[in-house]
């Protein structure tokens, strides 16, 4: 069954540290671009990062460059999500999504595969 | 930026209705490469259509897409009860890869 497992949300002061988790299973991780998309509560979805098969290609949101830094470990089938300076506009469930074969901003680089989203909520 | 507008903002329609819904981009969207997506409450999103107009797997023929440049549409032939939802179009050809804000089918 192809999957995707986030962890490492909960509850986080203004201004520290969180590190998202994503492991993949079912597919070839390896091959696919990889991306975190965000939804703050009653609101829209909100793409954060997307990154190629070998890391080579990395894109962040304006709202999150220099805070927030997407990276993967193909060995271990696992996207992860390191967010610095947290704000309380971060709060929101992030999704890990499958991209397209290889790379993003690809002709097949719609998000077929979702997980079920892991909770940041920043408060002090 | 390519900003998104999607309209109308909620719909209130019956079931066996029809429904189009738009999708309208700041600036011409790349290779058609425009998605849209159903998601409805406690759960994730849904790819329904990528490419402008091809049927992700598993999705039934009642939906299609359309559109090319700014303009993209998503049609509902005959609305089914499991279908009144949050749809989001999504363009990923140019970064940052950008959503609508989503449009709401409710039923009447």
């Known amino acids: 069954e192809v999957q995707l497992v986030e962890s490492g949300g909960g509850l986080v002061q203004p201004g520290r540290s969180l590190r998202l988790s994503c492991a993949a299973s079912g597919f070839t991780f390896n091959d696919y671009a990889m991306h975190w998309v965000r939804q703050a509560p009653g609101k829209g979805l909100e793409w954060v990062s997307g990154?190629?098969?070998?890391?080579?290609?990395?894109g962040y949101a304006d709202s999150v460059r220099g805070r927030f830094t997407i990276s993967r470990d193909n060995a271990k089938n696992s996207l992860y999500l390191q967010m610095s300076s947290l704000r309380a506009e971060d709060m929101a469930l992030y999704y890990c999504?499958?991209?397209?074969?290889?790379?993003?901003?690809?002709?097949?680089?719609?998000?077929?595969?979702w997980g079920q989203g892991t909770m940041v909520t920043v408060s002090s | 930026e390519i900003v998104l507008t999607q309209s109308p903002g909620t719909l209130s329609l019956s079931p066996g209705e029809r429904v189009t819904l738009s999708c309208r981009a700041s600036?011409?969207?790349?290779?058609?490469?425009l998605a849209w997506y159903q998601q409805k409450p406690g759960q994730a999103p849904r790819l329904l259509v990528y490419g402008a107009s091809s049927r992700a797997t598993g999705i039934p023929d009642r939906f299609s897409g359309s559109g090319s440049g700014t303009d993209f549409t998503l049609t509902i032939s005959r609305l089914e009860p499991e279908d009144f939802a949050v749809y989001y179009c999504?363009?990923?050809?140019?970064?940052?890869?950008?959503f609508g804000q989503g449009t709401k089918l409710e039923i009447k």
């Open positions: 990154i190629s098969w070998n890391s080579g290609s990395i």
């Open positions: 999504a499958k991209g397209g074969f290889l790379h993003w901003l690809s002709r097949d680089d719609a998000f077929d595969i």
């Open positions: 600036q011409s969207v790349s290779s058609s490469q």
């Open positions: 999504q363009q990923y050809g140019s970064s940052p890869e950008t």
